[in-house]
């Protein structure tokens, strides 16, 4: 039979199925198959203003009390981290962003790196805007029991200006337990 598009929007000609009952076995389907699957969400935010009137080219990590910490389902498990900082202020000439911290199995919070890591600088003129990261975290240890990630943030301004790192928004991370 032909399949058929009718001019008031139905198709003709198209059976449900297609295949037998029974015909495709557990055998037949792949194994180990995760695709999907979120095993358990854990989140923090923080709101407030959050000020720095850092001066110089320092750049010092400081943490802004934003955090989340998961005890993952699946001690193999890998993580994907959303961040997200709802308003902030980067003033004239002053560079400024957040920087990711992870902390596993209860042990020293270290910064994630690059990746981790999104900022801006601001040239001539006060820049107001949203900022965010996301990354797939593949743990270093081979067995996770918890794992903790912080936002810190970093600035760097002139001596008459003050970066916000939070101006009536909120920042936001959120872990993601998914299959390694």
Do not use: W
């Not at 198709?11 to 695709?35: F, H, M, N, R, Y």
């Not at 203003?49 to 910490?69: H, P």
């Not at 699946?74 to 961040?83: Q, R, T």
Request: charged fraction near 10%; charge should be negative; aromatic fraction near 8%.
């Amino acid at each position: 039979m032909a399949i058929t598009l009718n001019g008031n929007g139905t198709v003709t000609g198209i059976s449900a199925g297609g295949l037998p009952d029974g015909i495709i076995q557990s055998a037949d389907l792949a194994s180990e198959v995760k695709l999907g699957q979120i095993r358990k969400v854990a989140s923090g935010t923080t709101t407030g203003d959050i000020t720095t009137s850092v001066t110089g080219t320092s750049q010092v990590d400081a943490y802004l009390g934003c955090e989340a910490t998961i005890t993952p389902i699946d001690s193999s498990s890998n993580f994907l981290l959303i961040f997200t900082a709802g308003h902030i202020i980067n003033n004239q000439g002053s560079v400024m962003g957040f920087r990711l911290y992870y902390s596993e199995n209860n042990g020293t919070y270290t910064s994630i790196g690059v990746k981790g890591t999104s900022g801006g600088y601001s040239q001539s003129m006060q820049t107001q805007r949203s900022m965010g990261t996301h990354l797939l975290y593949e743990p270093t240890a081979s067995s996770i029991t918890s794992l903790g990630i912080r936002v810190y943030g970093y600035s760097s301004a002139p001596s008459y200006s003050t970066n916000y790192f939070n101006n009536g928004g909120a920042l936001t991370i959120t872990i993601l337990e998914v299959p390694s």
